[in-house]
């Protein structure tokens, strides 16, 4: 994809729909007049007196206690420096959506056009009444220190600035495993540091804090090595003064223990890592491109252990780690401030979680294939759902323990499952889904790549490494549409069935489908003419293994694409008949519903072959199938022939996998009411557990219980998922957009990975696959 298609991208993405990308969603009913009543006059009132009365009832009636402002005035944002407070306000915006995605904490965001400190401290104080806490972000260097400083000692809400004290916590908690690797102890290792504006001094203050001693440390900013002759480093750099005023970084780096880069790219070159002490520790954390790449680096000194802050190499430190959790365990606790304390328990909290066994769901998230605690894993991953009930508790009870909680955590076993039931531990399953494929792309075909939507999300597919896309069509139009809207495809194959080059393949593709269907009503000259069809032909491709898996049904009939792949591909061992799943990304986490497309009135048992296929599929996501069987009646309440179809199908699938979490028939609402379920229901195989699947009794149910979700629900359709069939082909729904596309060849890719083990196509990554491929259909 082109620099300008990705600007585009950027561009569209924020401002498609509702531009940007937070909104105000109100937490109450607000429907009726006296919804409208209570919300506002005469019935808001009362809260307000109630907090007249006391301040801190502010907490209970109101969003305070889980409102973060996130704040800069734009002087120092991202790598693009002082753009200005409205510049910075997209940056801002996404600080808000990391704070809610990771730790349902909500955001205002708020950019102050006022780059004198004192007054920036004045009008961040008066914002006291409105949050729980506040964020600073993006603020130059020294101002920074002095504003957060005196905002900590005015306002008795947390205030942390991320830039500085983020970086530090992060780092801090991989050093401290770096080093117990190397087997080296703190107070006596010697640190050279490239960078001393807010993130550098935050970093060392807080390594001082952890054992390090200030005459072990040497210092460079912009203008040299900071020493005890200059009269610009103030009360905290003059710490880190050293006596020789001509010490450069290669002369301190000899012998040096531990780099910590927190400034420009490339200012440590090899020769200078090669001087180091033996058994050395990196951190080039400079973004986008640090001080020393990850492989320059290794490629010197095979004892190092090197991080930065970048996500595709191991050890990357991320602010993601930390503000969210921090944020979350202060605000439940009703922090006055985020204080040393507390920021070393975060510290703490990371270096012990990398050091404990890694969940499955992590290891499938990322490329790496084994994730233990050791020189390439010393800092939990971003993506780990366990850091939000790792770092949060360990952060509130130190804000407990250093007396700045307001609001004491009694019964912390309940806090954390408080805490994962915030966003649902399985909330992150595409995410997860996508690291898991990248460890083995697949070839996919796309069988419709005469279409704009195809060819964007194909590229977007090869360029993120899910696949390799193979496009199916007429060359002159295909390349037409790509140049039109700025997309390079020149390095996919693209291959039209109807083309005389492609007759040799056409024959041979045809005289196995006559194979195949010459007692099921084909001739030899129709058995020919199917493979001009881009569907038939793209399915042949994935039957004889020149392609993997395959994509269709943007434009075409949904029934005819399906059509090609029982034809051509077949049903795996043991299945009768195929069906349809969507999966859908809700709140409080996945959930898979089933049969959505394919059969009309399925009988009991076929019903059950549906239950046990979506059992398996829902077990590839890693995830523990907890199955709802739905109806209209709950466990016999109506007799009707419906009703005990679906009942008879939930005993077939308890006799066949007793082990199955399942029970039915219910209506739809009563396995997401766990009281009434426990109160009434005791028996149920679904008391106290969290359904994720949903089964109904026919297709017209699933069909309208999928519909209604993705137009008036608030959840992200998936689909349709088609199980049962030997090989991948999915169909996509008509119009489907191109983020659904792109995540279809996400599901395609790992049920290729599933049904194809043994088959990798690492071979692909280092070579021009469209040769290979053409190689393999004949084509050259």
């Known amino acids: 994809m082109s620099t300008e298609s990705k600007k585009q991208d950027a561009l569209l993405y924020h401002s498609q729909g509702r531009p940007g990308k937070i909104e105000v969603v109100p937490t109450k ?15 808001v009132a009362e809260p307000c007196m109630e907090i007249f009365r006391n301040q801190e009832d502010a907490y209970k009636y109101t969003a305070k206690g889980n409102l973060v402002a996130v704040i800069s005035n734009g002087t120092a944002v991202l790598g693009l420096g002082n753009i200005g407070a409205q510049a910075g306000k997209p940056v801002m915006e996404g600080k808000g959506v990391l704070f809610k995605v990771f730790a349902d904490i909500d955001v205002f965001d708020i950019e102050i056009n006022e780059t004198d400190p004192e007054k920036f401290v004045q009008i961040v104080k008066s914002l006291e009444p409105t949050f729980g806490g506040i964020n600073l972000e993006d603020i130059k260097a020294p101002e920074c220190f002095y504003i957060e400083k005196n905002l900590k000692e005015k306002m008795n809400i947390p205030v942390m600035h991320d830039d500085q004290h983020g970086t530090a916590i992060i780092s801090g908690a991989a050093l401290l495993n770096a080093l117990e690797i190397q087997g080296k102890n703190i107070k006596d290792v010697r640190f050279v540091i490239s960078g001393a504006g807010a993130a550098a001094m935050a970093c060392v203050q807080i390594y001082v804090a952890l054992g390090a001693q200030y ?36 002369d301190a780096i000899k012998n040096a223990d531990v780099f910590i880069g927190l400034s420009a790219p490339n200012v440590l070159s090899q020769d200078m890592v090669k001087t180091m ?17 990850y492989d320059d680096a290794k490629a010197v000194r095979d004892d190092i252990i090197m ?82 009930a790792t770092v949060s508790p360990a952060v509130a009870k130190a804000a407990m323990e250093s007396g700045v909680a307001k609001q004491p955590i009694t019964d912390w076993g309940n806090y954390t499952i408080e805490l994962n039931k915030r966003l649902g531990l399985d909330n992150q399953v595409i995410r997860a889904i996508g690291g898991r494929v990248r460890k ?8 419709e790549a005469d279409n704009h939507k195809i060819l964007k999300a194909a590229s977007v597919v090869y360029e993120e490494g899910i696949g390799y896309p193979i496009l199916l069509g007429e060359r002159t139009k295909i390349e037409a549409i790509a140049k039109e809207n700025g997309l390079n495809i020149e390095e996919f194959p693209i291959i039209n069935p109807a083309d005389d080059e492609m007759t040799e393949t056409r024959l041979k593709y045809a005289d196995l489908f006559f194979e195949k269907r010459q007692r099921k009503g084909y001739n030899y000259y129709e058995s020919k003419k199917r493979m001009f069809d881009r569907n038939y032909f793209g399915c042949m491709m994935v039957e004889t293994g020149s392609a993997d898996a395959m994509i269709s049904g943007l434009t075409k009939n949904y029934a005819a694409a399906i059509r090609a792949a029982l034809q051509v591909i077949g049903v795996e061992k043991g299945v009768n008949k195929i069906a349809g799943m969507y999966l859908a990304l809700t709140k409080k986490g996945p959930l898979f519903m089933a049969d959505t497309t394919i059969n009309f009135n399925p009988t009991a048992e076929e019903l059950a072959e549906i239950t046990l296929m979506v059992a398996r599929e829902v077990g590839n996501f890693n995830i523990t199938p907890r199955i709802a069987m739905l109806s209209y009646s709950n466990f016999g309440s109506n007799p009707s ?32 009411n766990k009281e009434v379920l426990k109160e009434n229901y005791a028996f149920s195989a679904l008391v106290d557990q969290d359904v994720n699947t949903l089964i109904f009794p026919n297709l017209t149910a699933g069909n309208v219980a999928y519909n209604l979700l993705k137009e008036v629900g608030d959840a992200e359709l998936i689909g349709p998922i088609l199980l049962g069939l030997k090989k991948p082909v999915h169909v996509l729904q008509l119009g489907s957009s191109v983020r659904n596309i792109i995540n279809m060849a996400n599901i395609a890719v790992l049920d290729a990975q599933m049904k194809c083990p043994n088959h990798s196509n690492e071979d692909l990554r280092k070579s021009k696959y469209w040769k290979k491929l053409k190689t393999s259909i004949g084509m050259i």
């Not at 009269?231 to 020789?244: K, Y």
């Not at 002490?277 to 020393?292: L, Q, S, W």
């Not at 009942?647 to 609402?669: C, F, H, Y």
């Open 307 to 388: 991080a930065t802050g970048r996500s595709d190499y191991p050890n990357q430190v991320n602010n993601v780690l930390g503000f969210p959790y921090i944020f979350r365990g202060a605000l439940d606790v009703r922090s006055t401030q985020i204080n040393e304390a507390m920021k070393l328990a975060a510290v703490k909290a990371l270096a012990d979680l990398a050091k404990t066994p890694v969940p499955d769901s992590v290891t499938m998230a990322y490329t790496q294939k084994n994730m233990v605690f050791g020189p390439d894993y010393i800092i939990p991953k971003p993506l780990d759902p366990r850091l939000l």
């Open 641 to 672: 022939s419906e009703a005990k179809l679906v009942a008879e199908a939930t005993r077939i699938v308890k006799q066949k996998n007793p082990s199955l979490i399942v029970d039915g028939e219910m209506q739809a609402w009563l396995p997401f």
């Open 277 to 293: 002490a033996p058994k050395p520790i990196v951190f080039a954390m400079a973004n986008p491109n640090p001080e020393i790449s």
């Open 29 to 43: 009913e607000a429907k009726t007049q006296r919804d409208l009543s209570l919300a506002y006059s005469p019935g």
């Open 440 to 447: 083995n792309p697949k070839r996919i075909v796309f069988a």
């Open 215 to 250: 005459q072990h440390f040497t210092m460079f900013d912009i203008e040299g090595v900071l020493h005890k002759g200059r009269n610009d480093l103030g009360e905290i750099r003059t710490l880190f003064a050293v006596d020789d005023s001509s010490t450069t970084l290669a």
